[in-house]
């Protein structure tokens, strides 16, 4: 008999012995409300544990939503993940957030932002009170608990109860008010903290005609067949940990999905009173900026335009309502560092650098000097682990956009050089978490860009 057979033969013996030891069970704790708890989700859960081998705690409570005004006796998700996070608690390999319906039924008024307790504000424990703060405090105290570990986001789904004045049914209303604007800033918190999200506003078949068929009598919480049509989908988000989002949101017949978030900066950009001499766009590292130093956008009438957690891809689709419509006369163009977090998914090289060179096209067409800034040190992502260490990819990106600068005859911003710590990070009185610049990081890159603009 050939070796390879006896090996064959040998593996079989064993497994029929039981001597091959069994696949590690997967363990995962899920956080929630009454969705994530009730009776008929076990129609769910019972199918996660059986389609991909895992043990499923459930933490879940019902009346319990993210912000600390929701809760059932105290136990609101924050507390939940506080027992979650406990020193004696074990460590699951995923942590399930699924969102309930309570943070809009009881605490209508408090979406909260997505920079909401995090560093930009300083952890500010007041905004723990958000929507948006209790879903930062969950995402960063998991991760103080289990660095490398996945955290999954599962959005709310629809209801169709009327939650109060101003609505009709749960999710319709105008972008302010209904619960739409809450299930957008869901999916904002996680792209800003690089969480894969499960759109299940949207995805699943519910509507107003059918959804009887799927909810139980108080036209709020699902039935069993509620849960049986969002299971698969569920598993596939688990199992590939990739985030699985709706195309719009079903508001009234139209369409309310904002995915480059034109909305954010509309009101802003109405009210100015004059063109700014020069719009700083993109990403996190923008969009903190103003808060950490006001001042220097004032003195210099500096418009900020960055948008938390965004892409080439999204900056490229609100360059014209952000920046060109502004009439600045220098647009500095600071972001890919989302892309190479593969923040909506993997992207070449190639594609992120060729996005960043049509803002610069647009921009030069409409007589705005672009200048094109290099991409910040990073060793590694904080919220993609798994990705490895990134100061030798982010160095290559950076010769790759100089290189391009140099082709367009358009001037390249070094930031890199300046905040290099001399390993391709940023050193810890420059940044907080490796990524972000601190006050003092900020400094450095406003003395760096004010050699380029001329009053």
């Not at 129609?43 to 059932?72: N, P």
């Not at 050089?417 to 391709?424: Q, T």
């Not at 009185?429 to 900020?442: K, M, Q």
Request: aromatic content about 10%.
């Amino acid at each position: 008999m050939k070796i390879r057979h006896l090996i064959v033969f040998a593996t079989a013996i064993a497994i029929l012995c039981g001597c091959c030891p069994k696949p590690k069970q997967q363990t995962i704790a899920m956080f929630g409300g009454s969705f994530s708890v009730i009776s008929a989700s076990d129609v769910a859960t019972d199918y996660w544990a059986e389609q991909l081998g895992a043990k499923i705690t459930k933490y879940g409570v019902g009346g319990a939503g993210f912000s600390d005004k929701t809760q059932w006796d105290g136990q609101h998700i924050q507390w939940q993940i506080d027992q979650a996070c406990a020193p004696d608690a074990p460590v699951y390999d995923k942590y399930i957030l699924w969102a309930s319906t309570n943070d809009f039924n009881q605490v209508n008024d408090l979406a909260g932002d997505p920079w909401d307790y995090t560093e930009y504000d300083g952890f500010d424990s007041g905004k723990l009170a958000t929507q948006c703060g209790g879903i930062n405090y969950a995402i960063k105290r998991i991760r103080e608990k289990a660095p490398g570990k996945q955290i999954l986001f599962m959005t709310s789904t629809k209801c169709f109860t009327s939650p109060g004045p101003g609505t009709d049914i749960n999710y319709r209303g105008d972008a302010q008010t209904g619960m739409n604007e809450f299930v957008a800033k869901q999916m904002l918190c996680c792209r800003a903290a690089g969480v894969p999200f499960l759109d299940l506003f949207t995805l699943p078949p519910f509507n107003e005609a059918n959804h009887e068929e799927f909810t139980e009598s108080d036209h709020l919480h699902l039935n069993a067949k509620g849960y049986e049509a969002l299971r698969d989908l569920q598993v596939k988000f688990i199992r590939t940990g990739e985030t699985i989002n709706g195309q719009t949101f079903a508001t009234g017949g139209h369409s309310d999905y904002d995915f480059a978030n034109y909305r954010r900066y509309a009101g802003d950009n109405a009210a100015l009173q004059q063109a700014p001499v020069a719009v700083l766009f993109g990403d996190s590292i923008t969009d903190a900026w103003p808060r950490n130093d006001p001042g220097f956008f004032t003195d210099n009438n500096f418009a900020g335009r960055g948008i938390s957690g965004q892409t080439t891809v999204e900056n490229l689709a609100r360059f014209r309502a952000d920046v060109v419509d502004l009439h600045p006369r220098y647009a500095a163009i600071l972001i890919g560092t989302n892309d190479l977090a593969e923040n909506i998914g993997s992207i070449t090289m190639e594609n992120i650098v060729g996005n960043i060179t049509s803002m610069v096209e647009i921009a030069k067409a409409n007589g705005i000097t672009p200048l094109v800034c290099s991409l910040l040190p990073v060793a590694s992502y904080p919220w993609r682990p798994q990705l490895g260490p990134q100061a030798s990819t982010v160095a290559a990106l950076n010769a790759m956009i100089e290189r391009m600068a140099t082709e367009e005859n358009v001037t390249y911003v070094d930031y890199w050089s300046a905040l290099n710590d001399g390993n391709g990070g940023i050193a810890a009185e420059n940044s907080g978490d490796g990524v972000h610049p601190t006050l003092a990081g900020y400094k450095i890159m406003e003395k760096v860009l004010l050699e380029y603009i001329k009053q």
